[in-house]
């Protein structure tokens, strides 16, 4: 069993940043590859950015650039820094963390304002 938390999300104008980080606990050594996916309303859910155990990092197209993604050991915290956010950027970001299947946060909300 793994447990994940996040922390940080919240509001921002345009242009500012936020940083998320999300800590595992449980089976922590049985984790892989962790990372974010964001869900706005009305929309699917998406992959924002993830990380494999041995720091391969894979970013949606539309946050290149924009948003980095680290792993920090042996505590399996996972963190996103977000900087030049666009209200686009507004949604649910959920941290989640790959075992013997997929554990998923409960999700923070980040607002950015126009």
């Known amino acids: 069993q793994v447990e994940l938390v996040e922390y940080g999300g919240g509001l921002v104008q345009a242009g500012g940043s936020l940083n998320l980080d999300c800590i595992a606990s449980g089976r922590i050594l049985t984790i892989g590859a962790m990372g974010w996916y964001r869900q706005a309303p009305g929309k699917e859910r998406e992959l924002v950015a993830d990380?494999?155990?041995?720091?391969?990092?894979n970013y949606a197209d539309s946050v290149k650039g924009r948003f980095t993604i680290s792993r920090a050991h042996p505590l399996n915290t996972v963190s996103l820094q977000m900087s030049s956010l666009k209200p686009e950027d507004t949604a649910v970001y959920l941290c989640?963390?790959?075992?013997?299947?997929?554990?998923w946060g409960q999700g923070t909300q980040v607002t950015v304002s126009s």
């Open positions: 989640y963390a790959i075992s013997s299947r997929t554990y």
């Open positions: 990380i494999t155990s041995d720091g391969r990092t």
